[in-house]
């Protein structure tokens, strides 16, 4: 069963003369803990496209399902609550709470829908994202590779079936950046996780099970990553190809 069904997306900013159609009838849909990498050059749109999926901003027309349901067929408080449980956010800004230590920023999404942690899958990922000794500590003590391990965790906490992922490496080294990808593999594999992530990086496109790619608002589907290569999917002129 499909996770996810995109169907026949379009948003056009402005209006007139001076609109511009950001999706052009955007259609695709995910299985339930497919690993997706959507790739193309800036302000071709895959971050609208990721923003619609997520319900932080509303298309001009078509539908977004998560797990059958059209998210915004839904009542503004009934969705929020929906995304709040199902939906996982991880941006290239960390966008961590400074006065809270590692523990509470991974906990506030719960602490926001007065749900009590898990200690046990609390535990399981701070071992996992190799946190433990760093449980107690702020984020300004904290590299920038720990802090976005600490976003992951923040994202994983509610057990969200579809995780949202813009540029999640944008701001890390080569290692750190090789390290998130693998965390969020493993979250797909281990917890049945739907992830789709955005990429300018074309190492980190080719982890995924399925590369998408958005050019001036038309998505292509280039299928499996390993049969993308030589495609214009990974021949962008603004990849980074050098990092992994």
């Known amino acids: 069963m499909d996770l996810l069904e995109v169907s026949k997306i379009c948003k056009t900013y402005g209006s007139g003369e001076a609109s511009v159609q950001a999706l052009k009838n955007v259609s695709f849909s995910v299985p339930k803990g497919e690993y997706v990498a959507v790739v193309g050059e800036s302000g071709s ?19 977004v399902l998560i797990d059958g349901r059209d998210i915004f067929a839904m009542k503004e408080k009934s969705f929020t609550i929906f995304r709040r449980r199902n939906i996982g956010f991880i941006f290239q800004a960390f966008n961590l709470i400074p006065e809270l230590t590692v523990e509470q920023n991974i906990i506030f999404p719960l602490l926001l829908d007065y749900q009590k942690p898990d200690r046990n899958y609390l535990e399981e ?17 904290l590299s920038g590779g720990q802090q976005q391990r600490v976003a992951i965790g923040r994202a994983l906490i509610t057990r969200p079936s579809l995780i949202l992922a813009d540029e999640p490496t944008g701001n890390l080294d080569t290692r750190n950046s090789g390290e998130v990808i693998a965390l969020l593999r493993e979250a797909s594999q281990k917890y049945e996780q739907t992830i789709i992530m955005i990429t ?11 590369v998408l790619e958005v050019s001036d608002g038309v998505l292509t589907d280039f299928g499996r990553a390993h049969d993308v290569r030589g495609t214009s999917a990974m021949r962008g002129s603004e990849w980074k190809g050098d990092r992994v």
């Open 125 to 141: 990922l701070l071992t996992v994202l190799n946190l433990k000794e760093r449980r107690n500590h702020l984020p300004g003590q």
């Open 45 to 63: 749109g895959k971050s609208t496209l990721l923003n619609m999926i997520g319900a932080l901003d509303t298309p001009t027309s078509g539908k």
């Open 200 to 210: 300018h990086n074309r190492m980190i496109a080719q982890t995924a099970d399925r």
